[in-house]
């Protein structure tokens, strides 16, 4: 809801309807206080001019503008000077003057009120009327204030409520960035140190170096979505963890940014996975290469296979964890699959 929503609606609201209050309920009232005037030829003019101003006060174009303003005027004092002091005239003229309060800010509705009540007292009305008319119409200007300056404390109840649901949401999301991230460092040095309980020197030092730069971030001064990361050494992490017996061919990978390892990195779980739970065989192979400026990522299988356009539209496995996962990351998922065929995932980096 933008800000000023609630005041703002409440506003238009007064001003759709008072118009409309107005004209109907002045009319209803001139209907029984036209019989009170003896002269019929008189009484049928001032009821046209109530109904010529209650449409005024009705029609959408008209309605809430200085043209209904001046019909309302013209009635409240054409029936206040024609019928004098009678019940007629001075609910008309109270009607009008509580609902002009309003519409209309005081430099209008105090000349309008003022130059009514002396229409009707100069037609034989009480003196006492200037007060009856001043304390309705104060009361009505203070009640409509009273809801425009609620409905301006709703509005900022509101935003607080929207700020602090947004610092909830960007704390959660920092939160949750930063459990990847060491989950990402995690899978970057057990590898490192798999390497070396391997026995194998060469390297050792390269990949040791590269780890503590991500772990100090040693690099530049760069926040976590800008570091480059080992997405090597995280996959082959994936590939220990998985119970399938995994084929894989590995070329030279270049360092990726922390957000886009992620994605490749849940993207493989969740097609491994996928293969151990629907494919019906225990291999699966994974091809890692490096493509123009980014990086291809495959996942095959041998097993059944499915029709990719078959599967229904609440089952987000392919959908939310590989192809809006990809995408999210400026990446591309594709699933090419036919049942008796096998299942071959591409992923790339980026989306060219």
Request: overall charge neutral; some cysteine.
């Amino acid at each position: 809801m933008p800000p000023g929503a609630v005041e703002s609606g409440f506003r238009l609201a007064v001003g759709r309807f008072a118009g409309p209050v107005r004209g109907i309920g002045l009319a209803v009232v001139s209907v029984f206080g036209v019989l009170a005037v003896p002269d019929v030829t008189e009484g049928l003019g001032l009821i046209g001019v109530v109904l010529v101003a209650g449409v005024a006060d009705c029609a959408p174009r008209t309605r809430g503008t200085v043209v209904a303003l001046g019909f309302a005027v013209v009635r409240a004092g054409a029936v206040c000077a024609a019928t004098g002091p009678t019940l007629w005239a001075l609910n008309v003229l109270t009607i009008t003057a509580i609902t002009l309060q309003w519409e209309w800010p005081l430099k209008v509705t105090v000349p309008v009120t003022a130059g009514l009540v002396a229409v009707f007292i100069a037609a034989g009305g009480p003196p006492i009327t200037i007060l009856r008319v001043l304390v309705e119409c104060a009361l009505a200007r203070l009640a409509f204030l009273l809801l425009v300056r609620s409905a301006r404390r709703v509005d900022v109840l509101r935003a607080r409520q929207a700020a602090l649901e947004r610092a909830e949401l960007l704390a959660a999301e920092r939160r949750r960035r930063e459990r990847e991230y060491l989950a990402l460092l995690h899978d970057t040095a057990s590898a490192t140190f798999l390497l070396v309980g391997g026995g194998t020197v060469d390297g050792v030092s390269d990949f040791a170096r590269r780890d503590l730069d991500v772990l100090t971030g040693a690099s530049g001064g760069q926040g976590l979505d800008d570091r480059l990361v080992d997405v090597e050494s995280s996959l082959r992490a994936v590939v220990e963890e998985s119970p399938l017996a995994v084929d894989t061919r590995w070329e030279h990978v270049p360092l990726l940014p922390v957000p886009v390892t992620l994605a490749l990195v849940r993207a493989v779980r969740e097609a491994m996975a996928n293969v151990e739970r629907h494919a019906g065989v225990r291999e699966a192979g994974l091809s890692v290469a490096p493509e123009s400026t980014g990086l291809v990522v495959t996942v095959t299988d041998t097993g059944h296979g499915f029709d990719p356009a078959a599967v229904p539209e609440h089952r987000r496995g392919i959908r939310g964890s590989l192809v809006e996962r990809m995408a999210a990351v400026g990446g591309r998922a594709t699933v090419d699959s036919r049942p008796g065929e096998g299942t071959t995932v591409r992923l790339a980096w980026p989306r060219g």
